[in-house]
T-cell receptor, first 111, second 117 residues
Framework: EAQVTQNPRYLITVTGKKLTVTCSQN?????MSWYRQDPGLGLRQIYY???????DKGDVPEGYKVSRKEKRNFPLILESPSPNQTSLYFC??????????FGPGTRLLVL | AQKVTQAQTEISVVEKEDVTLDCVYE???????LFWYKQPPSGELVFLIR??????QNEISGRYSWNFQKSTSSFNFTITASQVVDSAVYFC??????????????FGSGTRLLVRP
């Protein structure tokens, strides 16, 4: 089944404790991206990757890192999480028709 | 500037009613793509439809239909004979072929649809 997977789906952590949210797609898509969704602020792009080894900032990249060492994976790294990074995170990959398919989401709570 | 406006914050209908969700967009690009996504209470984002700017044909998929009108910069979504399972937040989104917004989706603020039994 063609899909984007994310792990973990739910995470509660404390301020400053590094964490990684994994994202993987099995559709051989070149482009992948990360979004966060917050009440009142909507969906905003964090980072995107046009292809392997090429990444760039989206609208809200502060406090996040990404890497794209292989086509299928695009992990999101929070080196020192803070409470304002509490959010619902979505990974997506995009096909050649410009359609982005989203993972199931990761709910993160930073205490 | 690129923008997507969903003026209806929340709509409540009774099952079997028809409902239309409005979407108005702004872009300077002549080539762009429009999308609708559904976010059910479980939280995932489900792709519903994609339209490119050169294809103004309306589309029907079962109980769902979409009306794309470039003259009014609108891409409205109609659910016919709504069902309780249609209850969700629906997002309209735009991406451009060129320029600063070619690498992301610009989302509207969403319309929450509640279908009551």
């Amino acid at each position: 089944e063609a899909q984007v997977t994310q792990n973990p789906r739910y995470l509660i952590t404390v301020t400053g404790k590094k964490l990684t949210v994994t994202c993987s797609q099995n559709m051989n898509h070149e482009y992948m991206s990360w979004y966060r969704q917050d009440p009142g602020l909507g969906l905003r792009q964090i980072y995107y990757s046009m292809n392997v080894e090429v990444t760039d900032k989206g609208d809200v990249p502060e406090g996040y890192k990404v890497s794209r060492k292989e086509k299928r994976n695009f992990p999101l790294i929070l080196e020192s999480p803070s409470p304002n990074q509490t959010s619902l995170y979505f990974c997506a990959s995009r096909d050649s028709q410009e359609t982005q398919y989203f993972g199931p989401g990761t709910r993160l709570l930073v205490l | 500037a690129q923008k997507v406006t969903q003026a209806q914050t929340e709509i409540s209908v009774v099952e079997k009613e028809d409902v239309t969700l409005d979407c108005v967009y702004e872009t300077r690009d002549t080539t762009y793509y429009l999308f609708w996504y559904k976010q059910p209470p479980s939280g995932e984002l489900v792709f519903l439809i994609r339209r490119n700017s050169f294809d103004e044909q309306n589309e029907i998929s079962g109980r769902y239909s979409w009306n794309f009108q470039k003259s009014t910069s609108s891409f409205n979504f109609t659910i016919t004979a709504s069902q309780v399972v249609d209850s969700a937040v629906y997002f309209c989104a735009l991406s451009e072929a060129w320029g600063d917004s070619s690498y992301k989706l610009i989302f509207g603020s969403g319309t929450r649809l509640l279908v009551r039994p």
